[in-house]
């Protein structure tokens, strides 16, 4: 795919004077750093995709098993990697409110102007221990649309600078060959280099009159970042669990003390140039694993298998989602129920300038595992494409008046139904084309499911990289 998927320049300029300033680096003149996130109002992360929408998807097909397994590599091994990388494609679909995954992609990146072959690259993962980290799949999905455009894998770093995260192989499953991430940096703990030698790093000023920190420098130098938390338990002062925010812990030193160890570090780190700073605004998409999960932690193993990833542009309000729709309603955990966490929860809008009520009325997607398609045979094909069948038929019917058959590699295809007028009839974003025989049957039905009358018609069916027309009769 590479070279496949260029998009144009944005100006962003207008979206927040405040990053273009970059970083603030100490012994510039200025004594404290007002950070990227204005001290009043708000910012756009990215000017088509609102800071208030976040997608979480659930499939547990995901996991077929459905077992919570305990160690990292039995759970990389359980997953159904296809599946996954197809369900981050609806995820970004309805993130960014486009009609094809190559258009999602290309407006969830925003690139420098510079060329695409010399963009850098972070992704922060959460390490610490080693049987509850980013699944390699999600990591390798994001990797994979990086490089699907121009982004050399070289430049792809993927990192934990925490000293938990050094040494106990937690690296190990990232490193190996065979676990797709190939060509990609991966940093063992800051470089390899010991835990109190910070000296290369980068000096930035924190907001909120913190003290200066170092940061690591792979953060510093990026030009986009990406920031994979998992869903696993933590202080009830910073919401109960650590999610994208906490994650940057492991990014600064020094690393929170008794001074810093509640939510003023975290906010304030999170508000820095160092993360929201540059043009475009460098952290630029949140994921939060949420495949197996924990109460308490982190640095325990998982309990929990809620099958669910979450998706946003803000870390603030992907945090919020987690905790309030999946850890709070959904798996009841007491850690981020506590009184103390749902105060801290509050904070996660406050600090960034929103409303409780703004929180609380977010655009909040769910997505279910799409039963669009069947699988009549079920048995997994070897080959990269697989075959699909458009059925017409009229209402209720299996009987097909007409069937189509194409052959499509496993990705999302959307169905348009047309008339010779070119008024569209009826869209179908569809699951995509995966193991087996896949059918989509179309009834004759309009998108508000009155019958349509008999004549011609012009059935259009595309996915990520290729289309495909019609025509046919309906009777």
Same mark, same amino acid.
């Given at each position: 795919m590479?070279?496949?998927g260029?998009?144009?320049?944005?100006?962003f300029?207008?979206?927040?004077?405040a990053g273009?300033a970059?970083?603030?680096i100490?012994?510039s003149?200025v004594?404290k750093?007002?950070?990227?996130?204005?001290?009043?109002?708000?910012?756009?992360?990215n000017?088509?995709?609102?800071?208030?929408?976040?997608?979480?998807?659930?499939?547990?097909?995901? =996991? $077929? &098993? @459905?077992?919570?397994?305990?160690?990292?590599?039995?759970?990389?091994?359980?997953? +159904?990697?296809?599946k996954?990388?197809?369900?981050?494609?609806?995820?970004?679909?309805?993130?960014?409110?486009?009609?094809?995954?190559?258009?999602?992609?290309?407006?969830?990146f925003?690139?420098?102007?510079?060329?695409?072959?010399?963009?850098?690259v972070?992704?922060?993962?959460?390490c610490?221990n080693?049987?509850?980290?980013p699944?390699?799949?999600?990591?390798?999905?994001?990797?994979?649309?990086?490089?699907a455009?121009?982004?050399?894998?070289e430049n792809?770093?993927?990192?934990?600078?925490?000293?938990?995260?050094?040494?106990?192989?937690?690296?190990?499953?990232?490193?190996?060959?065979?676990?797709?991430l190939?060509?990609?940096?991966?940093?063992?703990?800051?470089?390899?280099?010991?835990?109190g030698?910070?000296?290369?790093?980068?000096t930035?000023? =924190? $907001? &909120? @009159?913190?003290?200066?920190?170092?940061?690591?420098?792979?953060?510093?130098?990026? +030009?986009?970042?990406i920031?994979?938390?998992v869903?696993?338990g933590?202080?009830?002062?910073?919401?109960?669990?650590?999610?994208c925010?906490?994650?940057?812990?492991?990014?600064?030193?020094?690393?929170?003390?008794?001074?810093?160890?509640?939510?003023?570090?975290?906010f304030?780190?999170?508000?820095?140039?160092?993360?929201?700073?540059?043009?475009?605004?460098?952290?630029?998409?949140?994921?939060v694993?949420s495949?197996?999960?924990?109460n308490?932690?982190p640095g325990?193993?998982?309990?929990d298998?809620?099958?669910?990833?979450?998706?946003?542009?803000?870390?603030?309000?992907?945090?919020?989602?987690?905790?309030?729709?999946?850890?709070?309603e959904?798996?009841e955990?007491?850690?981020?129920m506590?009184?103390t966490?749902?105060s801290?929860?509050e904070?996660?809008?406050?600090?960034?300038?929103?409303?409780?009520?703004?929180?609380?009325?977010?655009d909040y997607?769910?997505l279910?595992?799409?039963?669009?398609?069947?699988?009549?045979?079920?048995k997994?094909?070897?080959?990269?494409?697989?075959?699909?069948?458009?059925?017409?038929?009229?209402?209720?019917?299996?009987?097909?008046?007409?069937?189509?058959?194409?052959?499509?590699?496993p990705?999302?295809?959307?169905?348009s139904i047309?008339?010779?007028?070119?008024?569209?009839i009826?869209?179908?974003?569809?699951?995509?084309?995966?193991r087996?025989?896949?059918?989509v049957?179309?009834?004759?039905?309009?998108?508000?499911?009155?019958?349509?009358?008999?004549g011609?018609?012009?059935?259009?069916?595309?996915?990520?990289?290729?289309?495909?027309?019609?025509?046919?009769?309906l009777?």
């Amino acid at each position: 795919m590479k070279g496949h998927g260029k998009t144009s320049r944005r100006n962003f300029l207008k979206s927040t004077t405040a990053g273009a300033a970059g970083l603030a680096i100490a012994g510039s003149g200025v004594k404290k750093a007002e950070g990227a996130w204005p001290s009043s109002g708000t910012m756009e992360i990215n000017p088509e995709v609102p800071n208030l929408r976040v997608v979480c998807c659930h499939d547990e097909s995901m =996991i $077929p &098993d @459905g077992q919570v397994e305990t160690s990292f590599q039995a759970q990389n091994e359980a997953i +159904d990697k296809d599946k996954l990388a197809l369900n981050m494609d609806r995820m970004a679909i309805a993130l960014t409110g486009k009609t094809t995954a190559q258009e999602a992609w290309d407006t969830i990146f925003q690139f420098p102007s510079k060329p695409r072959n010399e963009v850098k690259v972070a992704v922060k993962v959460n390490c610490i221990n080693s049987s509850n980290m980013p699944r390699i799949a999600i990591v390798k999905k994001v990797c994979d649309e990086l490089t699907a455009r121009d982004v050399e894998p070289e430049n792809i770093t993927v990192y934990d600078g925490c000293s938990g995260a050094h040494g106990n192989s937690k690296y190990t499953y990232y490193t190996e060959s065979n676990r797709d991430l190939t060509g990609i940096s991966v940093l063992d703990y800051r470089n390899g280099t010991d835990d109190g030698d910070w000296s290369s790093e980068t000096t930035v000023q =924190i $907001p &909120d @009159g913190l003290d200066d920190h170092q940061c690591m420098t792979t953060v510093t130098d990026s +030009d986009i970042l990406i920031n994979c938390g998992v869903n696993k338990g933590h202080g009830t002062n910073r919401g109960g669990a650590t999610l994208c925010m906490k994650n940057h812990f492991g990014t600064f030193n020094p690393k929170p003390d008794s001074n810093h160890m509640g939510n003023a570090f975290m906010f304030a780190a999170n508000k820095s140039n160092a993360i929201l700073g540059g043009t475009p605004v460098r952290q630029q998409l949140c994921i939060v694993d949420s495949l197996w999960s924990r109460n308490t932690g982190p640095g325990d193993v998982p309990t929990d298998a809620p099958a669910r990833i979450l998706m946003g542009t803000f870390a603030p309000a992907i945090d919020w989602a987690t905790c309030k729709k999946v850890r709070n309603e959904i798996l009841e955990y007491s850690r981020s129920m506590n009184a103390t966490a749902l105060s801290a929860q509050e904070n996660f809008a406050r600090e960034f300038n929103y409303s409780v009520n703004d929180f609380e009325n977010m655009d909040y997607i769910e997505l279910q595992e799409a039963q669009v398609l069947s699988y009549p045979n079920g048995k997994k094909q070897s080959r990269n494409s697989y075959p699909l069948e458009v059925k017409i038929a009229r209402g209720s019917s299996s009987t097909a008046l007409a069937t189509f058959n194409f052959s499509l590699k496993p990705e999302n295809i959307r169905i348009s139904i047309y008339d010779l007028t070119g008024a569209l009839i009826y869209k179908q974003n569809a699951y995509a084309v995966d193991r087996g025989r896949n059918i989509v049957l179309w009834y004759g039905k309009d998108s508000s499911g009155k019958p349509v009358a008999a004549g011609k018609y012009v059935m259009h069916a595309e996915t990520y990289h290729e289309s495909q027309t019609e025509h046919f009769v309906l009777k």
